[in-house]
T-cell receptor, first 113, second 111 residues
Framework: DAGVTQSPTHLIKTRGQQVTLRCSPK?????VSWYQQALGQGPQFIFQ???????QRGNFPDRFSGHQFPNYSSELNVNALLLGDSALYLC????????????FGNGTRLTVT | AQRVTQPEKLLSVFKGAPVELKCNYS??????LFWYVQYSRQRLQLLLR??SRESIKGFTADLNKGETSFHLKKPFAQEEDSAMYYC?????????????FGTGTRLKVLA
C-alpha cells in the first residue's frame, strides 16, 4: 500500500499564475482533505471532498478550489497566486465516517516568487 | 474561538528523562483529540487519539476536560522520539470534518 501520494513534490510559480496540485488517497479511503502549512505553523484546513463534492471548507478565499474524481483522487487549484500562498500543501485521506483519522501525504512545497 | 495551543516550540530533554508535551484547546462542543508526529524526512502520522486510550511507543495522553488539556507524556524519553509533535482536535461529534492543529512542539532527546 503506497499510502497517500502527492505530486509534484516541489513547485515554483510566479505571482498571478495558477497552480494545480494532485493527490491520490490511501487504498480504501474515499475522503480527501487539503491543508496548508506555512513555515512554523500547524496545518490549516482548506477543504474536504467526499463523493466528488466539497463537503466542508475552511477560511480560504475562492481562489482556492478543488475537485475529486470518481477514483477518489483529488486536485487542489489555486488561482491568481500571491506571495503569501507559499507553503507546504498537505493532502490527507480518510474514510467517510467522522471518526476515521487522517492519513497524510508528503506534501507539495509551493514557492511563489 | 476554536483553537489548539502548544506553548513550547522546542523541548529538549536527556535520554531516559520524562517528557511532557503540553496541549490546551478551546472548543465549544465535544472534540476528539489527537497527537500527530513527524519524524525527520517522514510524513505526518497519527501517534494516538484520546478515544483509543492506548499507549503508543510508550506515549500516553489523557484528556482533561476541566482544564481543556491533552498533554502527551512518556516516562523515559528515547533518542528516536526526537520529532515534531502536533496536537489536533476534530469536531467529529459536532458533525464537522475539519481538524484544528496546534503550531507544534519540536522534541529533541539528547544522548
Amino acid at each position: 500500500d503506497a499510502g497517500v501520494t502527492q505530486s509534484p513534490t516541489h513547485l515554483i510559480k510566479t505571482r498571478g499564475q495558477q497552480v494545480t496540485l494532485r493527490c491520490s488517497p490511501k487504498s480504501g479511503h474515499d475522503t480527501v482533505s487539503w491543508y496548508q502549512q506555512a513555515l512554523g505553523q500547524g496545518p490549516q484546513f482548506i477543504f474536504q471532498y467526499y463523493e466528488e463534492e466539497e463537503r466542508q471548507r475552511g477560511n480560504f478565499p475562492d481562489r482556492f478550489s478543488g475537485h475529486q474524481f470518481p477514483n477518489y483522487s483529488s486536485e487542489l487549484n489555486v488561482n491568481a497566486l500571491l506571495l503569501g500562498d507559499s507553503a507546504l500543501y498537505l493532502c490527507a485521506s480518510s474514510r467517510q465516517d467522522l471518526n476515521s483519522p487522517l492519513h497524510f501525504g508528503n506534501g507539495t512545497r509551493l514557492t511563489v516568487t | 474561538a476554536q483553537r489548539v495551543t502548544q506553548p513550547e516550540k522546542l523541548l529538549s530533554v536527556f535520554k531516559g528523562a520524562p517528557v511532557e508535551l503540553k496541549c490546551n484547546y478551546s472548543y465549544s462542543g465535544s472534540p476528539e483529540l489527537f497527537w500527530y508526529v513527524q519524524y525527520s524526512r517522514q510524513r505526518l502520522q497519527l501517534l494516538l487519539r484520546h478515544i483509543s486510550r492506548e499507549s503508543i511507543k510508550g506515549f500516553t495522553a489523557d484528556l482533561n476536560k476541566g482544564e481543556t488539556s491533552f498533554h502527551l507524556k512518556k516516562p523515559f524519553a528515547q533518542e528516536e522520539d526526537s520529532a515534531m509533535y502536533y496536537c489536533a482536535l476534530s469536531g467529529a461529534t459536532s458533525g464537522t470534518y475539519k481538524y484544528i492543529f496546534g503550531t507544534g512542539t519540536r522534541l529533541k532527546v539528547l544522548a
